[in-house]
């Protein structure tokens, strides 16, 4: 606020501005519910003062359609998302986010369309960021296979994080793959021994036991 107030015209700090509230309306608006018409308000007017200063600027349609897509306006999130492509088709990026807010809109058909081209167009498909946006897509609409799915190339990408091979167990577990999900909590237990009594009561549950001792 107090560089726009000495640059009004510069359009990175409008961008930066809105994108702030994108932040603020991802993870906080469950938490402070009170401030959410505050921040779409704020959000909207940073990336339309954007938009007027540089009204073929791409990167500022990507960050307004994100500011929808987080508060499910998804209309108006495909509209900006549009107007992204409008202006440029070799963006990946755009189709990406059209993806995701077609995936919201349960139009997996057209979400896998997009998905196929913004990796013809270079944007990294499989990168851990992109597939946890994917994840979080599929959990909200409830399409817990393909959410599994992603859970799965999770594990591979970080092998470091428990909670990936956590979710990859339970789905395993759900899917009855037996085998895989023994496999995963092998894998848990002798990396992370903490969640040992944790697995075990999983397994016991499904009627199934570590073939090894932790």
């Keep these: 606020k107090q560089s726009l107030e000495q640059k009004p015209s510069y359009t990175r700090y409008w961008i930066l501005m809105g994108t702030y509230y994108n932040i603020l309306l991802e993870n906080y608006q469950t938490a402070y519910p009170e401030f959410v018409e505050t921040w779409i308000k704020e959000a909207n007017n940073s990336f339309e003062k954007a938009v007027q200063l540089s009204p073929k600027r ?23 998302a549009q107007k992204c492509l409008d202006l440029n088709q070799e963006l990946g990026d755009c189709w990406w986010l059209m993806a995701l807010i077609n995936i919201n809109k349960n139009e997996i058909d057209k979400a896998e369309e997009n ?9 990294e498909i499989g990168s851990e960021i992109s597939l946890l946006q994917l994840r979080k897509a599929y959990l909200k609409i409830e399409n817990y296979q393909k959410a599994c799915g992603i859970n799965y190339r999770l594990t591979e990408i970080n092998i470091d994080s428990v909670q990936y091979y956590l979710d990859a167990f339970v789905c395993y577990l759900n899917n009855k ?32 036991k570590l073939d090894i001792d932790y």
Aim: hydrophobic share 35%; no cysteine.
């Design 58 to 80: 791409q990167e500022i349609y990507i960050g307004w359609a994100s500011a929808y897509l987080v508060t499910g306006d998804y209309e108006k999130a495909k509209e900006k």
């Design 115 to 123: 998905i196929k081209i913004a990796e013809q167009k270079n944007y």
């Design 177 to 208: 793959d037996f085998e895989q999900a023994k496999k995963t909590a092998t894998h848990i237990v002798q990396s992370w021994p903490t969640y040992g009594g944790l697995i075990n009561e999983a397994l016991n549950k499904a009627g199934l």
